[in-house]
């Protein structure tokens, strides 16, 4: 059949409130065109962000129920825990309460000032927690990446020759690990091939530097490693994972995404006097380390959603959704990052708006607008993502792009349809969408903070 079906039934629903166009011209204008802050009840489809949006699972719901609330070897934990080493093979596994708490925990315990941590792509987090201590972040995704429209199979790719001149520039001692993004979120959603993780590993390895996973779709990667990559058509997700995680020191990881959880994560090594120095100061800021965090029913749910997105079938929807999504756009002419990721869809903001410059904030313009036209909420991966204000001038940042992240098991095709639509209509009158500036912003993560207005 070439119709996609959702692999589920529904059998809880929660009502959408309708706003019209004059309500959200009105809304979005009090939030200081910052769509961050608006009320999710103003919002008709939320794609701002895939991370503890998904729908869980009747089992997944039931495992809330089991949950074992002991402060300390909860029944809950070593079910979690065990759950965890099966599925990533690492032996050391420490809970937190996100993503980002297993990012602060790694860098706080071995980036000092000056330091350098490479990657294919940084996520924004996990950027702000190095740089924060004074760390420098450069990335060195695939020359691939850089061809928007390109059907390149893994433009998630890390730069390999990239990553060895850094190594012969800085020294071995300047860098205290690599992260590799899989797949590469802030590159587009984009996977990272087998033979490009066992090709850094090797590189890592032959320098004694380590090198951690930022997992958090995990599982769609290994399907794109299925899909794309010669000698794992007939292999298993569970045994891609195996393999992808068996050349890799450790992992970090937001269960709020690939763990089907409402909250949670995950910092897990191979390093036992590591292990020993991230549970002390997971102690000290997230609780200890059989729950760090989370209560017995988030550890319990996680363990089940980390095995239910292993199944294929999911899989199948999950990337088959976006690349339906994508398709259509580009039929209806919209510039569209190509391949269709795996989480979410990506807008090409400076094809889209050529005649707004991206110290203007073309991709921040199209998120306002399609929050005025149908009540979608979007995000900007662009200037304002990455964008810095060095000695007081700020740059461009490499690409401007609108992130459209799809949570999972939760909107429907008449919904993605509704989507499709929104979009294909500003672009049609794309022509009449103005530049935006920053009236105020923090001075890390400041898409998450700033406010704007029209030019």
């Keep these: 059949m070439k119709t996609i079906i959702e692999p589920f039934r529904i059998k809880t629903v929660e009502p959408i409130r309708l706003t019209t ?21 103003d919002v008709i489809i939320d794609l701002l962000t895939d991370s503890g949006t998904g729908a869980m699972s009747a089992e997944g719901w039931a495992a809330l129920m089991r949950g074992d609330e002991s402060y300390a070897g909860a029944r809950s934990w070593y079910v979690f825990e065990s759950t965890v080493q099966e599925i990533f093979g690492f032996q050391h596994v420490i809970p937190t309460h996100q993503g980002r708490a297993a990012e602060r925990l790694l860098c706080n315990t071995l980036v000092k000032p000056g330091m350098v941590v490479p990657s ?19 990335d060195f995704p695939s ?28 020294g071995v001692e300047k860098i205290p690990y690599i992260i590799l993004t899989a797949t590469d ?58 393999e992808m995680f068996s050349y890799a020191d450790g992992c970090i990881m937001s269960a709020k995404k690939d763990g089907f959880a409402n909250i949670g994560g995950f910092l897990c090594t191979r390093d036992g006097e590591l292990a020993k ?16 965090g989370l209560a017995g029913r988030d550890l319990e749910a996680i363990a089940v959603g980390l095995r239910e997105v292993l199944d294929e079938d999911y899989l199948s929807y999950r990337i088959g959704t976006n690349a339906y999504l994508v398709d ?15 989480h979410a869809i990506f807008i090409d903001g400076r094809k889209f708006l050529p005649h707004i410059p991206p110290l203007q904030y073309p991709a921040l313009s199209i998120v306002v ?16 993502f990455f964008g810095k204000n060095e000695g007081g001038v700020e740059k461009p940042g490499k690409y401007d792009l609108i992130r459209l992240a799809i ?49």
């Design 328 to 342: 259509k756009l580009v039929k209806n002419g919209v510039p569209m990052l190509q391949p269709a990721g795996g």
């Design 143 to 170: 020359s691939e990446a850089s061809d928007l429209s390109s059907e390149a199979a893994f433009k998630g790719n890390m730069n390999l020759d990239k990553l060895e001149k850094l190594i012969e520039e800085v």
């Design 185 to 242: 979120n802030s590159g587009g959603g984009q996977p990272v091939s087998m033979a490009n993780i066992r090709e850094v590993s090797k590189l890592a390895r032959y320098h004694h530097i380590p090198l951690y996973i930022d997992s958090c779709r995990f599982a769609e990667n290994a399907y794109f490693i299925k899909q794309r990559e010669n000698g794992y058509s007939q292999m298993s997700i569970k045994k891609i994972v195996s």
């Design 369 to 384: 607008e399609l929050y005025i036209e149908a009540g979608i909420r979007s995000g900007e991966i662009g200037t304002v």
């Design 277 to 292: 120095q991230l549970k002390n100061l997971c102690i000290l800021t997230e609780g200890f380390p059989t729950y760090g």
């Design 21 to 41: 166009r004059e309500e959200r011209e009105s809304l979005i204008r009090e939030a200081g065109y910052n769509v961050v802050f608006l009320r999710a009840e």
């Design 407 to 455: 949570p999972r098991r939760v909107y429907t095709q008449n919904h993605l349809n509704y989507v499709v639509e929104a979009i294909t209509n500003v672009w049609e009158r794309r022509n009449t969408l103005r530049g935006m500036k920053i009236i105020e912003e923090a001075p890390f993560l400041r898409h998450f903070t700033a406010r704007f207005d029209y030019l």
């Design 120 to 138: 294919n792509t940084h996520f924004d987090t996990g950027r702000a927690n190095i740089q924060f201590i004074g760390g420098l972040t450069p």
